[in-house]
């Protein structure tokens, strides 16, 4: 994508876990990324136990059980569906409200 190239933020077809770890910590570290984020292995070990297709989304708990399994898209995919299950958990968030975002 253009924009991507116009910020920098291209980078070659990682080879090794470490650079995906390094790709990892340069997003989190430019976008300033507040959640914990994980990085799949080489095999694709995450991917293939919960790719979802054509899209899905999952909420992982902290013991690392499927807290959240969203239906599958176009027509079964709800994104408001997994923001109430983490307002439930976390409390409110004010993410795409420019004015509560000012205030925190």
């Known amino acids: 994508m253009k924009s ?8 070659p077809q990682p080879q090794t876990l470490a650079q995906r770890v390094a790709i990892a910590n340069d997003f989190i570290q430019r976008f300033h990324f507040p959640l914990p984020l994980s990085v799949d292995d080489m095999h694709e070990t995450a991917e293939l136990a919960y790719g979802g297709w054509p899209e899905r989304i999952y909420i992982i708990d ?3 059980k499927i807290a959240y399994r969203g239906g599958l ?3 079964n995919y709800h994104p408001e569906e997994a923001r109430a299950w983490l307002e439930k958990k976390f409390g409110p ?5 420019p ?6």
């Open 62 to 64: 902290q013991s690392g």
């Open 93 to 97: 968030t004010h993410a795409g409200n």
């Open 99 to 104: 004015e509560a975002n000012a205030k925190n």
């Open 4 to 11: 991507n190239v116009d910020e920098s933020i291209c980078y």
């Open 73 to 75: 898209g176009p027509f």
